[in-house]
Nanobody, 129 residues
Framework: QVQLVESGGGLVQSGGSLRLSCAAS????????IGWFRQAPGKEREFVAA????????FYADSVKGRFTISRDNAKNTAYLQMNSLKPEDTAVYYC??????????????????????WGQGTQVTVSS
């Protein structure tokens, strides 16, 4: 069983930055791919970014490409989502998720909500205009 705990959310003005953290326990962190997803009120959960086990490959949704950066520190069992140039439309609850399977090198694969075995409780990000 894997436990994921997100932190770092909050209220920020448009154009500002936040860094989200996802702390994992219960399994060797380097054996997990990590994804970040978000869900705004009344909308479906959507993919934001993902990083494979070694951290050498990352994937991003088009809406955040160039603004967000996903990274991981396997020694600290933690993944991060650095969010810059935030926009009001980035407002959502952000979730990290873990996939214990060795998946293909495919952004489509890691963008699937159903592809993740474990989820955190979420952290609210609110961007004011």
């Amino acid at each position: 069983q894997v436990q994921l705990v997100e932190s770092g959310g909050g209220l920020v003005q448009s154009g500002g930055s936040l860094r989200l953290s996802c702390a994992a326990s219960g399994r060797t962190f380097s054996s997990l791919a990590i994804g970040w997803f978000r869900q705004a009120p009344g909308k479906e959960r959507e993919f934001v970014a993902a990083i494979r086990r070694s951290g050498g490959t990352t994937f991003y949704a088009d809406s955040v490409k160039g603004r967000f950066t996903i990274s991981r520190d396997n020694a600290k069992n933690t993944a991060y989502l650095q969010m810059n140039s935030l926009k009001p439309e980035d407002t959502a609850v952000y979730y990290c998720a873990a996939d214990g399977q060795l998946g293909p090198n495919s952004g489509t694969y890691y963008a699937r909500v159903r592809g993740y075995d474990y989820w955190g409780q979420g952290t609210q990000v609110t961007v004011s205009s």
